[in-house]
């Protein structure tokens, strides 16, 4: 049996500590302890709003236009892309740190002024269909009897369930299919764009 060594990560201000495996994704570390690090890439470095200042240890991390040479001498580094590669102190920035807070009762006045205007009625007679669905499809497992490959089972399932007749998958996901159904005990969520 291999055991992974595990790093100590302390975030400051929060003084909160995470301890993750060798290589583990900085940002990822930070959400993983309730620090969500203000970010509108979705983690590629494309943004550069997840830098922050490693005080103490070593990350690997890949080069950004978003770091000047002044900012990586001192430590900067764009969270999303920094591998942990020993114990860390990382300092991130208070503006860097998304809050959110929602007040009991601050929803339902926010909803109101939404819809204010609206007659409810006109809420009842409209049907919402979106282009975009995700929908769990429980797919029916081969037997000697029922052989048929897990494509055209896949499709049967969807098309049982949602009455949709031409479904196009990505190659990329094809090649995936028959281990991530057996896996999952065949069962998958799948996204459909009905566009």
């Not at 940002?27 to 997840?50: K, P, Y």
């Not at 890949?62 to 942990?84: H, N």
């Not at 959110?100 to 909803?111: H, L, R």
């Amino acid at each position: 049996m291999i055991v992974q060594k595990q790093f100590s990560i302390k975030f400051l201000p929060s003084k909160k500590t995470i301890k993750v495996p060798k290589d583990y994704n900085l940002r990822q570390a930070a959400l993983d302890c309730g620090i969500d690090i203000e970010s509108s890439c979705g983690g590629v470095g494309t943004c550069g709003r997840c830098k922050v200042q490693v005080k103490n240890g070593h990350v690997q991390s890949k080069r950004s236009k978003f770091i000047t040479s002044d900012e990586k001498k001192r430590g900067y580094v764009l969270s999303c892309l920094a591998k942990v590669k020993s114990n860390l102190t990382v300092f991130i920035h208070e503006k860097k740190v998304k809050k959110a807070k929602i007040e009991e009762g601050q929803i339902e006045s926010v909803i109101g002024k939404i819809y204010s205007g609206i007659e409810k009625d006109v809420f009842a007679a409209v049907e919402i269909k979106p282009w975009i669905i995700k929908e769990r499809i429980k797919v029916e497992k081969p037997t000697l009897n029922y052989n048929i490959n897990d494509f055209y089972r896949l499709q049967k399932s969807i098309k049982n369930k949602l009455k949709i007749e031409n479904i196009a998958v990505p190659i990329k996901t094809l090649r995936k299919l028959p281990l991530l159904l057996r896996e999952s005990d065949w069962e998958v969520i799948i996204t459909l764009d009905k566009s």
